[in-house]
Structures are given as C-alpha cells and as structure tokens.
C-alpha cells in the first residue's frame, strides 16, 4: 500500500467517525418526556400513512432527506400511482382523477343536465310552459299547492348511465361513469366530452345534441382510434329511480314499468305490477322506462343488442319504481342513439314513427283500435274547443251514446218481445216443475224453443248488442285513466280528474276501500243501481235450474264498483255517471216513444198463426227425444 493510498483511507475513517458522532441519537430528556413520546407517535403515523399511499413499495417517506433526495421519492411514488391507475383503468388512466363539473342543454320543452364524470345525463326537467308562463308540467303537490316548478324526471344522485369496457391488456372491466371525461366544445345545443386513451388523437367521445322544440336528446359515442385497445363485448348501462309526480304514489306504481320492441315486432312489457327482469335478444327498436304521465326512452336503429332490462317497486313516498338496462353494443365506428324524454301524449309519440304510441298501454287490439279511431280523435277534437274538461266529458258521452244508439234500440226491443211472452214462458216452466229427469228438460227445451220459433223471438238478440257495447266500456275504462289531458284538469270538487275525489278523508285506510270517500264514484254507483232498478222488470230469469239470478248479479254490481272506482280517476267515473243517466233517458224514451209493447203483442200473436217450417236443429232435437222415448218404454 502506498503513502497515497494509506492517507486516503484515514481521511474516509475520519469522515465517517465525524458523521457518525454529529448524528448519534440524543438521549430522551427526563425534563420533558412527554414532547419525546408524542414526536415518536408523529413519525409512526407518518410512516403508516406513507405506506397506506405507497403500499406496493413500501417507501416510508423519512424527515431527514435533502431536498435532491425528496424529488427523487416524489417522482417514485409519482410513477407509483401512475402505475395503480394504469392496473386499474388501463387506456383511460389518464382520465381516472378530476373534477366534477355540471353542464346543462335546454330548449323551450327540456332542460338536460350532463356531468364531467362519466359523461353521462343526470337529471330532466320537463320546462314547457303554457299560456299563462307557467310550467306546464308539475308535479301533483306542486300543483295543489301553486308552486311554479318545473317536474322532474330523475335526479343525479338515482340515476347513472355507463358504458362498461375491457381494455385488451386488462381483465378488470372500466366503468365510463368513473372516468372525468373534457369538454371539448359546447354551445346551445351541443356539448362534446372526451375521454383520452394516452394521447391526443385516441378518444373515447360522447356528444350529446338538443334541437329547438324537441323532447329528444341525440347521443353519439365515437370509439376514435381506440377500437383495437378494447374488447369487443361493450356493455350500456343506465338506470334511474322515477320520481312520484302525481296524486297517489301506488296508483303510479300499478302503471310504472319497462317496455322495450324488437324491429319487425310488437310491443312487449314487464307486468306493472311484478318486480322482475326480462333477457333481451338484440335487434332492440327502443326501450322505455314508463311513467304513468312520462317516458324516458331510449332509441336505436341497429345499436342495442342483447342485455336484460328490470324494474322494481320501491315503497317510498319518493320513487315509484327502480329501472335498469343493460344492452351489448358495438365497440367499433360511431354509434347513434337518440335519448326521448317525452310526456306520454297519443298524438306526439305517434310523431315519431316508431310505434312509441304503444307505450300507453290501452288493453288489446281491439280496445286499442276503439281508442285511436274513436275516443281519442273526438276526445282531442273537443279539447281544441277551448271548452271546460267536464263540458267535454259530457260532450264525449253524448256523441258516444249515439253511436252505439241503433244497438241500444235492438237490445230493448228485444227485451220487450220476451216481456211479451214471458207469461208463457213462466207457463212451460210451472209445467215441469218438479220434474228433473232427462226427458222431461229436453221437453221443456223444445217447448220453449218451438214458442220462441212461433212468436218470432230470438232469445240472443238482446245479447248480442251488449257484446258489440262492451269494448267500449272497457276502451274508456283503460283510455281516461291514461289521458295527459285530464291530469291537473279540475271540475267541480275534483282538483285532478286523472286522479281520485275527496270529500271526506278518514285519517286512515279501510282494507279495499281506500283512506277516503269519492263522491263521482259514489255518483257513478248509484246511478248504476238506479239505471238496474229501472230495466229489472224486463230482465228474463233464467229458464233451468243452475243458472245464476241476472237480478242479484246486476244489484250487486254497484257496490262492486263502489270499491273499484273509489281510488281511480274521477274522471272516469263521472264518464260513467253521464253515460248512466243517458242510459236512463234513452231507455225512458224508447219505451214511451219508440216501442209499444202492444204493437209487439199483435205481431207476436200474429206469427203464431203462420205455419213455419220447423229448422234442422229442432227437427233433430225431436227426433232424439223421441228415441229416448221408445227406449224407456
């Protein structure tokens, strides 16, 4: 070793025995060892929270470091959170932390709010005004109590819309609506975000479009240069809570559900009142979440493919009902959808040429067809008049009455005949009284069919009027309680026609009844037992043992729709109380001015004297009986 070397290690043990006595630890203070135990505690904590942020490295940050020394461990846990967001949100990393910002599109129907996060829409608000400025559409509390507020269709904190995608380094799946997409542009009607996957030029992009005096919101996805990062089952989700807006929560409930139409099919729907999920099998024409006043409906032309759709109850004074959607759709291109959030108004969804007018559910076809090409057209007709709501019931009542007038006609005149020969038909039945072997019925049959051959009376005809009736009762039954143009319309007590009445509220609720008395229903049940009362004497009684008494069947009906119409919309049952005292005019005025039951006797006596040949059937009839005959003998 030489002189050279031999100084050089002395002077590096100097060093180090100099660094090594300034740094020695100092020994805890007796006079303060509390300010010793609590700066320990500190460290420790420090150490612990330097490990929970760091805790694939374990770097513990240390006090003592220079500041050369600081960069270098804030560029390593720098790179170590680059890295977990990379593991977690692979193209989109970058995007996977910000701030959330609201933006909003409206127009003179719509105000749309959207955020940063995710993109995505948050909450609707229906602004529409009307003649007098005011919104147009509120919800029933709002509207009782005067409070100009617009209705809302869903709010930001129930509702989320994503688009689940699979980076092809990654098997966790990234969730859209986590990521903080940038607005790129925006002016009235457009706003514009991005999603950057690690440069400029690769983007996830959701544009969103709003056109003056439109219920509709264009939503366009742009995989742009991305398409072979990402997998190829990319996954749309949305789901929201629907806010109660009217009167009676769990009458909006019975209504709420999921309707959805494949291309080239009708419409289909989970049943109101099931909580249930249903698979879809692609080729979606739309699908929509269903109010009972409104919709929000999604819309595709070749994008929803399969997936399951769902809703669900929620028993709160707040929702109605919880929706969910989850469709495949193409992870390639540009894909179009259009986003409708629309009142449930027969005349606008037909607009749009998509079937969406079979979202109001109006029973089936042919109570439908009644209602599109009957009530509907006469119904919206009489509200351009500028006419009060219930002047136009009335009206409505009236020119449907004289519709089916010639039927009425029939079906009385019918009735009359067998008033007629009902003393003779009580006669045959007193005659095999008693009896009831076979013989003797098929004998009383043939008598009696062989009196109603001879007087010219057919048993049906006074049948077959109400059967043709009947599908109008029923189309009026499901079209006002889905009329938009009752709902906040008043008349007389009632406050809302597409709800219930109230003149007197109990405090609590009677099982089947409800909480409260509706006078309209009343009114309607009454007059039903009035208009019974009226016809009872020309009921014919059942002519064979067995048979139900039609009298008690029609005097119990009444108090059956006491209970029905007690909580259904007033509007409705006062149809139905019109129609009844019309049906008791017209009745009144048949038999005093159209019929005369003497007429009708002259011409009953008067077939019974032509010989008229006997049909096939009783020709047949009483051949049987004979053979029975000869086989007893």
Known sequence: MDKNTTTG????????????????????????????????????????????VDNTSKISEISDLDSSDLIIYQKLKEQQQQEDLIERYGLFYANATGEENIFELENDKIKVSFSSQGARITSTQMIEKDENNLFKYKTYNDFINEINKPLSLFEKETSYMSL???????????????????????????????????????????????????YAVAFDIDYHNIENDIKTDVDLKWSMFGLSTE?????????????????????????????????????????????????????????????????????????????????????????????????????????????????????????????????????????????????????LTIIVKLIIMPLTYKNYMSTAKTKVIKPEITKINSKYEGKTDRNAAMKKQQETMALYKQT?????????????QAPILFAVFKYFPASLDLRHKGFLWAEDLSSYDSVLDFGFSIPVYGDHISLFAILMAASTLVYTITNSSQMAQPTQPGMPNMKVIMYMMPIFLLFVFNSYSSGLSFYYFCGNLMNIGIMWGIKNYLIDEDKIRLKIESNKKKKKKKSRFQQRLEEVSKQQQKKRR
């Open 9 to 52: 290690l002395i002077l590096i043990g100097a060093v180090v025995m100099a660094f090594m006595f300034l740094n020695k630890p100092q020994e805890p203070s007796p006079e303060n060892p509390k300010t010793v135990t609590n700066s320990s505690v500190v460290d420790s904590e420090k150490t612990v929270e330097n490990a929970t």
């Open 164 to 214: 689940t995608i699979v980076d092809n380094e990654k098997v966790v799946p990234i969730e859209t609506k986590d990521l903080f997409f940038n607005l790129v542009k925006q002016n009235d009607s457009l706003l514009v975000f991005r999603a950057y996957g690690g440069s400029q030029d690769k983007y996830l992009e959701f544009s969103y479009k709003l056109s003056k005096n439109s």
């Open 247 to 395: 009167k009676l929560a769990s009458d909006e409930r019975n209504i709420c559900t999921v309707m959805y139409k494949y291309f080239g099919s009708t419409r289909d729907y989970i049943t109101e009142t099931s909580d249930d999920e249903e698979q879809l099998e692609g080729n979606i024409n739309w699908i929509a979440f269903k109010h009972k006043f409104f919709s929000s409906i999604l819309i595709s032309d070749d994008a929803l493919g399969k997936g399951k759709i769902g809703h669900k109850s929620l028993e709160n004074d707040k929702y109605t009902d919880s929706y969910f959607l989850k469709s495949s759709i193409p992870s390639m291109g540009k894909v179009s959808f259009n986003f409708l959030f629309v009142p449930n108004d027969f005349d606008l969804l037909l607009s749009y040429d998509r079937e969406l007018e079979d979202i109001i559910n109006l029973g089936w076809d042919i109570l439908t067809w009644i209602s599109r090409f009957l009530i509907n057209p006469i119904f919206t007709f009489l509200m351009t008049s500028g006419l009060s709501i219930g002047l136009i019931i009335i009206i």
């Open 456 to 468: 010219g009376v057919n048993p049906m005809a006074g049948c077959i009027p109400m059967i043709i």
